[in-house]
T-cell receptor, first 114, second 117 residues
Framework: AQSVTQPDIHITVSEGASLELRCNYSYGATPYLFWYVQSPGQGLQLLLKYFSGDTLVQGIKGFEAEFKRSQSSFNLRKPSVHWSDAAEYFCAVGALAAGNKLTFGGGTRVLVKP | GAVVSQHPSRVICKSGTSVKIECRSLDFQATTMFWYRQFPKQSLMLMATSNEGSKATYEQGVEKDKFLINHASLTLSTLTVTSAHPEDSSFYIC?????????????FGPGTRLLVL
């Protein structure tokens, strides 16, 4: 079975600073990887996804993520954070063998200081 | 982009009553819909997978007689929490996917907050 770990529960970053959110997964084959963002009391919005090909994936809102098979990681990055990026971020892995069901990490809450 | 709606956005009910939550894909046909629940400050836990025209597949530990799922059309799935109790209070989120045989992305609804008194 697949699993996802987001080691950081909370991250506080100053507005304009760079941001990196860690995600490690466990799965026997090549996974499908996703990053979602959730604002308080809201559903999830897809930031980006990786299925195959180029391991550096560009997403919306200036986010990017890099798939590193050797490290079983799919870290999310943004060069310059805006106050509106304060939210909860979830990494998820999907697997064709599991009917493409998603398994979510525990989430990382991002706080942005002015 | 793909839009998924949920109704109601929040509901308060008395213990012992049943509550129905609707999930609709507004601009695409969803062969598969998923139901998740999310407790405060926690991640999403998959409850069940619903394919149009067939019975839902429930995750281990989820009571199928308590959480009734109906996926009668390609744009609508419903979750009914029967005889709700305070421990059922949670944030319920649905998602929809175009095609169950491909690596299609899930698109999420805005969620329904259920409070059982």
């Amino acid at each position: 079975a697949q699993s996802v770990t987001q080691p950081d529960i909370h991250i506080t970053v100053s507005e304009g600073a760079s941001l990196e959110l860690r995600c490690n997964y466990s799965y026997g084959a090549t996974p499908y990887l996703f990053w979602y963002v959730q604002s308080p009391g809201q559903g999830l919005q897809l930031l980006l996804k990786y299925f195959s090909g180029d391991t550096l994936v560009q997403g919306i809102k200036g986010f990017e993520a890099e798939f590193k098979r050797s490290q079983s990681s799919f870290n999310l990055r943004k060069p310059s954070v805006h106050w509106s990026d304060a939210a909860e971020y979830f990494c998820a892995v999907g697997a064709l063998a599991a009917g493409n069901k998603l398994t979510f990490g525990g989430g990382t809450r991002v706080l942005v200081k002015p | 982009g793909a839009v998924v709606s949920q109704h109601p956005s929040r509901v308060i009910c008395k213990s012992g009553t049943s509550v129905k939550i609707e999930c609709r894909s507004l601009d695409f046909q969803a062969t598969t819909m998923f139901w998740y629940r999310q407790f405060p400050k926690q991640s999403l836990m998959l409850m069940a997978t619903s394919n149009e025209g067939s019975k839902a597949t429930y995750e281990q530990g989820v009571e199928k007689d308590k959480f009734l799922i109906n996926h009668a059309s390609l744009t609508l799935s419903t979750l009914t929490v029967t005889s709700a109790h305070p421990e059922d209070s949670s944030f319920y989120i649905c998602s929809a996917r175009f095609d169950s045989t491909r690596r299609e992305t899930q698109y999420f609804g805005p969620g329904t907050r259920l409070l059982v008194l």
